[in-house]
Each structure stands twice: as C-alpha cells, then as structure tokens.
C-alpha cells in the first residue's frame, strides 16, 4: 500500500534523507526506529509532502504522493500525528477533532471517536491546551479515526506519557490496527515498537540500514546497539 523508494530529501544544503525505502503492507504495523537526527520526522514529512522530496517517490495506492500538495496527502487515506501532536491549544476538543471535515460530523463519524476514545466526550468543550499528554496523543490520534484512513503515521506517539499510559496508547494503537487500518510508526520505546510491529526498519544518517521482522530483531541485539545505542 505505502511505498517509499529512494527517498531524498534536504534542509537548504544539508541533505537528511539519502535514499529511504520501505513498504507498509495492508493491515501491517511497520516500525521505523533511529538514534535522534537521522531522518525519522523528515521521512515521515517528506511522505505526506510537508518537505519536498528532491529525488526518489512515494506512493500510496499507486498514487504518487511526492507530486501531490501536501493538503491532498490526507485525502488519499492517510492521517498523520506528527512528533509533539499537533494539538490546537486554543481551540476545544471539540474544534480539534473535527477541523479536518468540510460538514458537520455525521454520527459514523462522532461514533468512531467516542468507541475508541470514550474519555474524550467528557471534555469536548474543554481547550486543547489544557489536556494532559496522554489526553492530547489521544486527542491526535483520534482525530485521524475521524478522517477514517486506510494507514495512519504516527511520529513517536509514547514520548513524554508515562509508563502506565504507554501501554494504553500501545493497545489503541492495537486495536486501530485490528479494525483494518495499517500503521507507520516511528518509535523511540523499544519494548513498544517490539511488542506491535511486524517488522521494523533501522534508520541511520539519512538512510535505512537493517530491516527485519520484530522477532528476529529481537534475538539481534548486536544490531539494536549498533544502531539504537540500547540494549535489546
Ligand atoms: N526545518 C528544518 N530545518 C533545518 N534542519 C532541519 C529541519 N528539521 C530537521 N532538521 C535537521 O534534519 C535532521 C533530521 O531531523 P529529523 O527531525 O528528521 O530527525 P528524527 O530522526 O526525527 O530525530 P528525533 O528522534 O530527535 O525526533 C536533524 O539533523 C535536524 O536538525
Ligand atoms: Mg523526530
């Protein structure tokens, strides 16, 4: 469904991506694991056309992304929670989770959120800003749903949230996927990353360096130090 091949990208002269490739199958959750400052974000923006690709593609469907203006990117079917959420702070729950929609929410649609994130009802009224972390990544993630994708990319959806709520955004992130929707996900928690992904691609200075699934990495902690810098 997603394809990314040979990915270049560059901020002024700097070039940040060298040739990225990955796939995202159908109903897949892929990982895409760095150290900080190799090119994760950049990748992630560079497929939803926030940074212009200067060579290689990605495609969605078939349909070439990097040719597309970044407002049509959503509309292929693919929603997006960028690193630090994204969230309005002066604008309501409410606001947030529906600005994407030219209409009123049809009651599919309020339904998708409130089944998945049933706390959000609670607090629609209440400014974005003023949600705790946890609240806020759900608050994102939920106003993808509403946009009803068919993959959702997530840049780094635990950081910040403590322990207790990580296995939580790990378990929505689960059940997302179970009802059909494919995942990108960019991951600095390496137990998270292990415990969803099928297969998880390593990124360094620009590029990807190892790819495999889950499980193999696992018993390759040789490969986990060398290019996370963490045990396995
Ligand atoms: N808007 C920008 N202008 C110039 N340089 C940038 C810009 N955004 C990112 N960079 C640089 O590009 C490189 C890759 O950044 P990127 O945000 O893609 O890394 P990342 O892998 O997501 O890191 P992290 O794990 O810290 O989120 C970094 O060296 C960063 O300083
Ligand atoms: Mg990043």
Known sequence: MLEVHDLHASYGKVEVLRGVSLKVGDGE????????????TTTLKAIMGLVRASAGRATFDGVDLTGLAAHKVPAQGIGYVP?????????????????GLRQVPSAKQRALVFDRFPQLKDRMDQKGGTLSGGEQQQLAIA???????????????????????????????????????SILLVEQNLVTAFKIC???????????????????????PDVVHRYLGMAA
Not at 29 to 40: A, D, E, M, S
Not at 90 to 95: F, M, P, R, S
Not at 154 to 175: A, H, N, Q, V
């Open 29 to 40: 959750i892929v990982g895409l694991l760095g150290r900080n400052g190799v090119g994760k």
């Open 198 to 220: 099928s297969s998880i691609y390593l990124m360094e200075k620009g590029a990807i360096v190892h790819r495999s699934s889950a499980a193999d990495l696992k018993t390759q």
């Open 83 to 99: 690193q630090g959420r994204g969230i309005f702070p002066n604008l309501t729950v409410e606001e947030n989770l529906f600005l």
């Open 143 to 181: 106003r993808c749903l509403v946009m009803q994708p068919k993959l959702i990319i997530l840049d780094e959806p635990t950081e910040g949230i403590m322990p207790i709520l990580i296995k939580e955004i790990r378990s929505e992130i689960r059940k997302i996927n179970r009802a059909g929707v």
